[in-house]
């Protein structure tokens, strides 16, 4: 990143035409919850917004031969990070330390991952946020401004009709039309054709004694599902569909559970948002375990509670409700959001 860069302020709509070495790229990262993945920078005197919340990019380097290449870049030697799509989305302008405005093009692209996975080698830490929480955050208003705009384009389908969001390299230009972030539909090809990957989440379907469910409240700046009650849940890395139960469920709850005590007990098929990528959430029973729920990551749980299958919590996240609905039918799968 650059750390001369100012703070940012809209730029006209309209092409800018400038020598590459005196522009900018950032990158507005969103997941298929709506929250966008944001930077806290070092709280050192003279660089860039100290100790705030920001994009991660920077400037034009010799051998990038355009802003994509230079966005790619940053994202790699900043956090490891590449992702495969990214869409030019808009210009901004900053102001360096002698006065001058510097266009920063901002691509947006689309990734799922935990950030705590990510090896970041500038600032403090990754997080995710959605834009209701950003108000109260150190961040330039800009930069909160821009994820606005992108949520409500992202809510409505599309980017939009519109002037083109690209600066113009020496040499090379980015595409000029606004191209949609996905599908139109759920069920649409992607735009490049190429198969587009399923996501494997896992869920524990945990009863006591009494026939009660174990649920938990998701916390209110959760990424997904704030102030949400759901299954203990997570994403499969490198590991069996089981491994990743086993491994969450000490790690979330301190629950320690045998794998020859699990058992396969639903399936939902999922597009959670018109245009996400699907995802398939598999939920397992555990017939045994030791251990009492506990809070073990308050930063994505507040509570565990056991409910009664015929008084469940609102609010349940939907899908987590069609699953339990399942298992008590005998059931064995569900789609839900193909429309």
Known sequence: MNDQAPQTDPAPPHRLQVP????????????????????????????????SWSLLGGGVEPGDRSLEETIRRELREEAG??????????VEQA??????????????????????DLELTEGVMLHWFRPEVMPRLRMAPSTRELARRHAELLNAGHYG????????????????????????????????????????????????AHGEILLGLRHPDSAYAGRTWHFLAGHCEQES???????????????????????YV??????????????MQLVFRARHWTGTPEILEPDRCVSWSWWRPEALPEPLVPYARAAIDGIRTGRLYTEWGWT
Do not use: K, M
């Open 20 to 51: 590459p070495q005196r522009a900018n790229a950032s990158a507005l990262i969103y997941n298929e919850s709506g929250a966008y993945l944001l930077h806290l920078r070092d709280d050192i005197p003279g660089i860039w917004e100290p100790g």
């Open 81 to 90: 990070l590449d992702i495969p799509d990214l869409v030019p989305f808009a």
């Open 95 to 116: 102001r360096s330390s002698d006065g001058t405005l510097v266009p920063i093009q901002i691509f947006a692209g689309q990734w799922s991952g935990d950030p705590a």
């Open 161 to 208: 009709p519109g002037p083109s969001t690209t600066i113009a390299d020496a040499g090379t230009t980015t595409t000029a039309a606004v191209r949609p972030p996905h599908p139109r539909s759920p069920s649409a090809a992607a735009p490049s054709g190429r198969p587009v990957p399923n996501i494997i989440g896992v869920h524990l379907y945990l009863e006591n």
């Open 241 to 263: 569909a089981v491994a990743c139960l086993v491994r969450e469920a000490r790690e979330e709850a301190g629950l320690l559970i045998d794998p020859g005590d699990v058992e």
């Open 266 to 279: 639903h399936a939902v098929h999922l597009v959670d948002t018109p245009g996400t990528p699907p995802r």
